[in-house]
T-cell receptor
Framework: GENVEQHPSTLSVQEGDSAVIKCTYS??????FPWYKQELGKRPQLIID?????GEKKDQRIAVTLNKTAKHFSLHITETQPEDSAVYFC??????????FGAGTTVTVRA | DVKVTQSSRYLVKRTGEKVFLECVQD?????MFWYRQDPGLGLRLIYF???????EKGDIPEGYSVSREKKERFSLILESASTNQTSMYLC????????????FGPGTRLTVT
């Protein structure tokens, strides 16, 4: 089955700086890579996703990059704000709609 | 607006008890999922269902079973609760072919004593 590794497990950044979270996956057939954000006490919510036919996708301050050859993908958050503090999960999937999640990264934005 | 609801936010059960966790979605989604969330381990898939009465094992099905008698409802059953099943349980639903996002419920914090 798919194995997704996520690093780092915790990340502390100064407000306004950038944050980068990296994930690797094992199944070369995976073709869908979403990122979920879970604020404290709340449910995970999709913030951005990318498919294997695209190398990069951007939505305002967040972007995701994918390197299929190396089997890794990354989440980039620019100009971080206090509301970006949360746990972020990467995931990978083949076409069977099952998501394999990484262990999560706790991001803290310091004011 | 998608709504996924779970029957309880907090639940305390004794070892050996049978536990039912219920999940209901109102978006006519085909797929429904049960995860458990533990610190440092992320979200691990227990079971999922892609249609009524259909189910498939996820990554950690041992000690659990599921039931899906109606499209909108997916139940997770702990036949004989054990202390290592103390966890946060999250239900999710999604739509086959329409979109890939999984919509999560608020979670049930289960404590087995």
């Amino acid at each position: 089955g798919e194995n997704v590794e996520q690093h780092p497990s915790t990340l502390s950044v100064q407000e306004g700086d950038s944050a980068v979270i990296k994930c690797t996956y094992s199944d070369s057939a995976s073709n869908y890579f979403p990122w979920y954000k879970q604020e404290l006490g709340k449910r995970p919510q999709l913030i951005i996703d990318i498919r294997s036919n695209v190398g990069e996708k951007k939505d305002q301050r967040i972007a995701v990059t994918l390197n299929k050859t190396a089997k890794h993908f990354s989440l980039h958050i620019t100009e971080t704000q206090p509301e970006d503090s949360a746990v972020y999960f990467c995931a990978a999937s083949r076409n069977d709609y099952k998501l394999s999640f990484g262990a999560g990264t706790t991001v803290t934005v310091r004011a | 607006d998608v709504k996924v609801t779970q029957s309880s936010r907090y639940l305390v059960k004794r070892t050996g008890e049978k536990v039912f966790l219920e999940c209901v979605q109102d978006m006519d989604h085909e797929n429904m999922f049960w995860y458990r969330q533990d610190p440092g381990l992320g979200l691990r898939l227990i079971y999922f269902s892609y249609d009524v009465k259909m189910k498939e094992k996820g990554d950690i099905p041992e000690g659990y079973s599921v039931s899906r008698e109606k499209k909108e409802r997916f139940s997770l059953i702990l036949e004989s609760a054990s202390t290592n099943q103390t966890s946060m349980y999250l239900c999710a639903s999604g739509s086959l072919g329409r979109e890939d996002e999984q919509y999560f419920g608020p979670g049930t914090r289960l404590t087995v004593t």
